[in-house]
């Protein structure tokens, strides 16, 4: 419960643990109403799931010490750690357009800070360990099946080298948690760059709290984009250079067929990572219009609407920022439209840059982006599979390769059957060798996805089952993606009509 006050060094309220973590906590040295100091609540019977052990070497921690019972009672939220200061974060946020003041950590707890091997700042925070003062009338509880679905997606997003929040582990509680159904409880401990959001600036823009927008911006500019501090007008440049992050995030995210779902204000990170892992999905055919949230009745979170709602979300960013940016508002409103008019050219730079990589082309010239336009069309007629197109396209890099497979992706020839050699004239023509533009696309283009037929039947064997084998098996194979092996024929098949994921359930 959220009791709040005195964890923290100077007062602990149980013995620490022998787990020595090296906590440094920038975020509990904002100002009180920042964030509301919680405990965790103790899992009753806390078993670990899975354990990144190599997160937790980047990390510095002792994956070891990690999996004995201290550490396991520190990821169930049973203990807290020395050096820890759980907070729950403040935010509000826009969900599917509507403004809510208060959102904020109704389900999570940020345990602290460390900085990791590579001398960056990450967040330690556990996912569904219990009610905080932003619950209202949730359970502050996670569940199974959607905290492994995300230790699962964001893992293979980190693999394909997209930035995105991390899974350090997750723990069953051995509790029930009371959803349309009973089910079993779990804790994510998820990793991240900051969990600041454009939601946290709505908070204070939305409390005419011109101090806290201030000091949040600074934090912001200190720990993420150092670089702009120097600028004529700092927080113009950091509205610029949050917007090119999610420019590239975005092009990105479609580049492997990458749909959100859920992209309101409060799941939009300024540190420009992919955060909050509910309802997403990949598509399977490729189809930009493509929904599959359950939640998401109208659309609005669509494949390919994900650059203009991006867009959308970083005005509301900008109006948050619109006190600091100038004293004349006129003046404010015209800088902030100003600095984000790249928007749209730093996306579009990013999407085709992503493409003509993906069809292995190394320099780009005049006409190339329509081979990659006309290719998503002849995509889209024919039905194809997004992820087996570009990997079965670099097998016919060489112009007397056997296209079949590639063709037989389409359920229409119209489109492909011309378009096929005309990319093999223009590979012939590339300023690298054709085998060695295969090599970059099966370098770029995974083989291995996490599947929405895939990852509910795995996760439907874990909850109904207890099996965890065939989970074990799609993380460790989504985790190398680029690797296709005769053995995971049945990872990188698209489903069969029956098999086909009409929806996705963030299940909270
Ligand atoms: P999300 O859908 O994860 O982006 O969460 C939206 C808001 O609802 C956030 O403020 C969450 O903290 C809160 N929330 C979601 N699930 C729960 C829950 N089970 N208990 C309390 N708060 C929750
Ligand atoms: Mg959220």
Known sequence: ??????????????????????????YARLPARFYERVRPEPAPDPRLLVLNTTLADE???????????????????????????????????????QFVPALGDGRAV?????????????????????????SRRGDGKAVI????????????????????????????????????????????????????????????????????????????????????????????????????????????????????????TDNMAISGETIDYGPCAFMDAYEPGMVLSSIDRHGRYAYGRQPQIAQWNLARFGECLLPLLSEDRDAAVALAVERLSGFASAFEAAYFGRFLEKIGIADERPGDRDLVTNLLTAMQTGQADFTLAF???????????????????????????????????????DSRPPAEAAAAMRAINPAIIPRNHRVEAALDAIVENGDGSAYMRLLEAVTRPFEERPEDADLTAPPRPEERVAATFCGT
Request: charged share 20%; glycine share 8%; with cysteine.
């Open 1 to 26: 419960m959220s009791a709040l006050s005195t964890a923290g060094p100077e007062a602990p309220e149980e013995p620490p643990l022998p787990l020595a973590i090296a906590f440094d906590n920038s």
């Open 59 to 97: 990390l510095g921690l002792d994956a070891g010490v990690l999996a004995s019972p201290e550490g396991i009672a520190m990821l169930s939220g049973a203990e807290v750690p020395a050096g820890a200061e759980p907070l729950a974060l403040a935010y509000a946020g826009h969900q599917f357009g």
């Open 110 to 134: 940020l345990l602290g800070e460390v900085i990791d091997r590579d001398g960056r700042r990450r967040d330690i925070q556990l996912k569904g360990s219990g009610r905080t003062a932003f």
């Open 145 to 264: 099946g959607p905290v492994l679905r995300e230790y699962l997606v964001s893992e293979a997003m980190s693999a394909f080298g997209i930035p995105t929040t991390r899974s350090l582990a997750a723990v069953a509680t051995g509790e029930t948690v009371h959803r349309d159904r009973p089910l079993p409880g779990a804790v994510l401990t998820r990793v991240a760059a900051s969990h600041v959001r454009v939601g946290t600036f709505q908070y204070f823009a939305h409390r005419s709290d011109a101090d806290g927008i201030r000091r949040l911006a600074d934090y912001v500019i200190d720990r993420l984009y150092p670089e702009v501090a120097g600028a004529a007008n700092p927080y113009a440049a950091l509205l610029e250079a949050v917007a090119l992050r999610q420019a590239r995030l975005i092009a990105q995210w479609l580049a492997v067929g990458f749909i959100h779902g859920v992209m309101n």
């Open 391 to 429: 990997r079965r396209l670099a097998d016919c890099a060489l112009a007397d390769a056997d296209a079949a497979p590639f063709l037989a992706l389409f359920e229409t020839p119209a489109g492909i059957e011309t378009w096929l050699p005309a990319w093999q004239a223009r590979i012939a023509d």
